[in-house]
């Protein structure tokens, strides 16, 4: 069985921060990893996701996140964050998508 | 491409009664679907997972009599909580996967009150 831990229930950043959003997995075999981003009262939106390949995955609205097989990791990182930036955000794995498992989710907050 | 939709966006019931949620897959055909539960401040959990043709595959603790999956079609699935009862309040999101499996698709989501 896949689980996944989200480091962070809530992290508050000021606009123009970095900002980087923690995921553990824990898996007995291969699984692809995924970040989503929920506006309230919406569905999930995917932000980018790892498959194979290269361990640096760069996705939509500037966000990018590196896979790390060692440390079982997936961290999401943006340089440079914006108010609309803020959401919900949610790690989430697969051994073969037909089994995702989410992360508990972190709150991202972007001050003025 | 790869768009989702759920009717209703929202829905308000008595207890006791039954309200149906629709999934459809707008631009692809999904030969697995799935449905989702999120409390607030809380994760997705699946609920069950659906092919086109076949009966769901609940997961553990999932009232299966309750909560009635159809998926008659590969563009649309059904959910049907069965006499609701207020802890059924929640928001229900679905997913939609074609034939690229290591991707999911999802709704904007229901939110189920249940008065």
């Known amino acids: 069985a896949q689980s996944v831990t989200q480091l962070d229930s809530q992290v508050p950043v000021f606009e123009e921060a970095p900002v980087e959003l923690r995921c553990n997995y824990s898996s007995s075999v291969s699984v692809y990893l995924f970040w989503y981003v929920q506006y309230p009262n919406q569905g999930l939106q995917l932000l980018l996701k790892?498959?194979?390949?290269?361990?640096l995955v760069k996705g939509i609205n500037g966000f990018e996140a590196e896979f790390n097989k060692s440390q079982t990791s997936f961290h999401l990182r943006k340089p440079s964050v914006h108010i609309s930036d803020t959401a919900e955000y949610f790690c989430?794995?697969?051994?073969?998508?037909?089994?995702?498992?989410f992360g508990a989710g972190t709150r991202l907050t972007v001050k003025p | 491409g790869a768009v989702v939709s759920q009717h209703p966006s929202w829905v308000i019931c008595k207890s006791g009664t039954s309200v149906k949620i629709e999934c459809r897959s707008l631009?692809?055909?999904?030969?697995?679907m799935f449905w989702y539960r999120q409390f607030p401040k809380q994760s997705l959990m699946l609920m069950a997972t659906?092919?086109?043709?076949?009966?769901?595959?609940?997961e553990q603790g999932v009232e299966k009599d309750k909560f009635l999956i159809n998926h008659a079609s590969l563009t649309l699935s059904t959910l049907t909580v069965t006499s609701a009862h207020p802890e059924d309040s929640s928001f229900y999101i679905c997913?939609?996967?074609?034939?690229?499996?290591?991707?999911?698709?999802f709704g904007p989501g229901t939110r189920l009150t249940v008065t």
């Open positions: 631009d692809f055909q999904a030969t697995t």
């Open positions: 989430a794995v697969s051994p073969n998508n037909n089994d995702m498992r």
């Open positions: 790892y498959l194979s390949g290269s361990t």
């Open positions: 659906s092919n086109e043709g076949s009966k769901a595959t609940y």
């Open positions: 997913s939609a996967s074609g034939r690229r499996a290591y991707e999911q698709y």
